[in-house]
């Protein structure tokens, strides 16, 4: 760890070790019962979750469902959901996009195929433009997060294609005080310090009458790349990739008779990343841990939302009435893509710089150019440093209202919901290229002014692009779940969604890169669509023994159709789609949960066969760079999950999660041009096999509960090729690899010390260095960028929890 600086920062770290090591010590003092690091190992059938509206003990939810409870998530050392992922099979998360795919179901283009949840309150984005990340909610004072695999739309709704993440957070409650301190501080090889701070507390206020909990959380996750000027190498931004995180929560709970509970909340989260996480490969020596990244425009993203919330919940004795009112308000400021390799790269294309005669890309060309983007940076000789800026700014502004009745009767041989859901989203994307030196690019590269090369001054503030979309988002859906018990084992479920949806925007594009047909005036273009979704369910179960299920489950789910702005047909060539349909997908799933040797082995399996028609897909358009939405082709996703945990001793418990999974198009998806976009057999881009393993051991250290702990995550290289790495199709770029075969271990031990619990750790153990996400700017640029795991780390942690 040689560039770490053992000095200034260490002190807000150590500042927050001690803060929490003195909350733990006031925790100490106030609690009776206090749990030990062996609870941490204790049954996940047991854990309670609600994945079907209901409360159930995971162990008999018939579905494919991994939970994850607070003391789960501490002992694991899970951050984030990009750590969750990893122990989650059928699961992967995109960092650069925050895309969580489950089961093959992904895909960047029109509304989220992953179901997104804050409690009940969905909080997915819709992709209006480019860089519609969606957000990525904390794991700081949650009960627990819920991960259900397979398509989620009967009690979901649109958007849970896939499945779908929950996120509880920790309630208030009128009769019970509880607390939660943690702070940890842990240094990088070759990075900067990251460190953490929170805490949570919550009780009655009056006694089964009024009740609070607050809690407040910041973090600093170091960095380890660093921003240089790529002609000198000189450092201008050590460790620039570090992300800032501020979490803060409140809730109260009213209950002014015992069968009636209001539950007011709000839900505050800053996420700043004040660079991304890619380095250039040219430059970089990651076996050597010198990661380096030259863009010269630095690449943020900065993500802040509100939350409010309103729950009440009216129990009768029989049934329950359950409210759920929600506003979303989210901003985020990104800078999606470098305008700079952007622009060289478009440029490139139009001069046919670093081109042979035949369009194939060359370093060197003896008739043409050289390249404008080298495999190392900006090649403008005579011209001096050249920065453009792109500025995507997103936001959402949802309205969510939902009702449901549900039974109350967890015996009773008829089990039920029914639900209506209200939402009114609306969200803009505006989309900025910031640059003011392209009068004098222009002149350079092609010895003409704006006007005669562009048909377009800048726009008044330097920009040269602007694509600014407005979107609404509508819904009413009705929908019912139930489960009839045929006799005492014997279930039936049935369930159905009827959904009434409207989605319009409006967009304006302006600016020279616009390429306009009406001679530089900005465009404004304006659409809608309407459907009527219906997502049926049913499923069987069968309960062979109280703690052995075996289930059969089919089901639909679907993502909300929209309109496209159109393109400019003299500069894209052709006459494009303006809107797109919902596409859907069929599930069949077939599972078990059981355990064996007296309930010390527990596994819950399942193997799925998913149709997904109709797919929402962006397809790029080389001759403007510009793209739309359509629907094209068919995929089929098949796979199977595994998660299991065995206590194979009081002291030893062993987990396994494996996933396999094989997502392909089924058929040719090819435009109404003509031009093939996927081959039957092409990779949706799924992992086929990964796998994640854990050891654990708890003993006792001088008296005290204490354990040691060691996890290893797999990820297998892909076989098949994806879209643009076939040769057969338009988009195919010779210079993209699918990910190597990734491994991952690291290890903890901490020691329990009265209400209070000490760990150290280390993550990435063996300094493992793939090279991952190899991209570029298109086919014909030599410069690549890559990412790669964090480098070894190794931390501290104390925390606090009555």
């Known amino acids: 760890m040689a560039r770490i600086v053992w000095g200034r920062q260490w002190l807000p770290a150590l500042a927050m070790l001690v ?3 003195i909350a733990g010590r ?53 951050k984030s959901f990009a750590d969750l992922a990893k122990f989650s099979p059928g699961v992967s998360f995109d960092d650069a996009s925050h895309d969580i795919a489950i089961r093959g179901i992904s895909s960047t283009a ?56 929950r996120y509880i957070t920790a309630q208030p409650s009128t009769t019970v005080a509880s607390g939660y301190a943690h702070a940890e501080v842990a240094g990088t090889e070759g990075g900067a310090l990251s460190y953490e701070g929170g805490a949570a507390v919550g009780g009655p206020i009056v006694p089964d009458v009024l009740g609070f909990r607050i809690s ?47 539950t007011p909340g709000i839900n505050y989260q800053d996420r700043d990343q004040h660079n991304y996480d890619d380095y250039w490969v040219s430059i970089s020596d990651p076996a050597h841990g010198r990661y380096r990244n030259g863009t010269p425009d630095r690449m943020a993203d900065a993500d802040r939302f509100w939350l409010p919330t309103l729950k009440i919940d009216y129990d009768v004795g029989p049934v329950r009435l359950i409210s759920d009112t929600a506003y979303y308000d989210r901003t985020e400021r990104v800078n999606g893509y470098s305008g700079t390799l952007y622009d060289l790269s478009y440029f490139q294309q139009l001069t046919g710089a670093g081109t042979d005669p035949q369009g194939s890309p060359c370093a060197q060309c003896a008739t043409d150019p050289s390249p404008l983007l080298l495999a190392t940076g900006p090649n403008l000789p005579g011209f001096g440093p050249y920065v453009a800026h792109n500025i995507t700014t997103n936001t959402q502004q949802n309205i969510v209202q939902e009702v449901r009745l549900q039974s109350n009767e967890p015996a009773a041989p008829l089990i039920w919901v029914v639900g209506l859901f209200l939402s009114a989203d609306t969200q803009r994307s505006t989309e900025e290229i910031n640059d003011p030196q392209l009068p004098a690019l222009t002149q350079y590269l092609w010895g003409e002014d704006m006007l005669t090369a562009w048909g377009e001054s800048l726009l008044a503030n330097g920009d040269d692009y602007i694509n600014d979309t407005i979107g609404h988002d509508r819904q009413i859906a009705l929908y019912v779940d139930a489960t009839w018990s045929i006799t005492d084992r014997l279930k039936l479920t049935a369930g159905a969604r009827y959904a009434w949806t409207h989605y319009d925007f409006t967009n304006r594009t302006d600016g ?54 159109p ?42 066969y998913i149709q997904w028609k109709n797919i929402q897909q962006a397809v790029y358009v080389p001759a403007c760079g510009l793209q739309y939405t359509t629907n094209l082709g068919t995929a089929v996703s098949q796979g199977l999950d595994l998660q299991s945990q065995w206590r194979v001793t009081q002291a030893l418990t062993l987990e396994l999660a494996v996933g396999y999974n094989d997502a392909a198009y089924s058929r040719d998806a090819v435009s109404k041009s003509g031009d093939v976009l996927a081959l039957k057999g092409d990779s949706l881009g799924a992992i086929p096999w990964t796998l994640a393993a854990g050891a654990q051991y708890d003993f006792q250290l001088l008296g005290r509960d204490a354990f040691m702990r060691v996890d290893d995550e797999y990820a297998s290289r892909r076989t098949a090729p994806i879209p643009a790495e076939d040769p057969g199709t338009v988009g195919f770029d010779p210079g993209l690899t699918p990910d190597p075969a990734t491994n991952q271990l690291s290890m903890r031990a901490g020691v329990t010390l009265a209400a209070w619990k000490a760990e150290v750790y280390v993550d990435n153990l063996l300094n493992s260095h793939p090279q991952l996400g190899l991209t570029h700017q298109d086919q014909f640029t030599l410069l690549y960028e890559a990412q ?12 606090g929890r009555y």
């Open 19 to 21: 803060a929490a090591a």
């Open 26 to 78: 006031a925790l100490a003092q106030t609690a009776d019962a206090k749990p030990t690091v062996a609870d941490v190992s204790a049954s996940s059938a047991e854990i309670v979750v609600t994945a079907t509206r209901t409360e159930q003990t995971l162990g008999k939810v018939p579905e494919s469902v991994s939970a994850y409870t607070a003391a789960k998530m501490d002992v694991e050392g899970i």
């Open 110 to 165: 029109g509304s989220g195929t992953t179901g997104i949840y804050i409690d009940d309150t969905p909080i997915q984005t819709r992709a209006l433009g480019f860089n519609a990340n969606n957000a990525l909610p904390a794991v700081f004072d949650l009960a627990r997060v819920e991960v259900l695999r397979g398509p989620q739309g009967t009690l979901f709704g649109a958007g849970s294609e896939g499945g779908a993440v």
């Open 216 to 262: 407040a959380w910041a973090r600093r996750d170091g960095g380890w790349i660093d921003r240089v000027d790529y002609q000198t190498l000189a450092v201008t931004d050590a460790d620039a990739n570090s992300v800032d995180t501020v979490v803060l929560r409140g809730a109260l709970a009213w209950t002014p008779t015992s069968a009636l509970t209001i």
């Open 512 to 565: 020279p890169q616009a390429l306009l047909d009406d001679g530089g005036v900005a465009q404004l273009t304006s659409g809608s669509k309407n459907e009527a979704p219906f997502t049926p369910k049913l499923g069987i179960s069968y309960q062979i023994t109280d703690h052995d299920l075996v289930y059969a489950t089919a089901s639909e789910g679907y993502r909300i159709g929209g309109a496209t702005p």
């Open 567 to 608: 393109l400019p047909s003299m500069a894209c060539g052709g006459d494009f789609p303006t809107s797109y349909n919902s596409d859907t997908v069929n599930s069949l799933e077939i599972g078990s949960k059981g355990s064996l040797f007296d309930h010390a082995l527990q596994i819950a399996t399942s193997a799925y």
């Open 788 to 799: 790669s795991f964090r480098p070894l780390t190794v931390g501290l942690s104390v925390s």
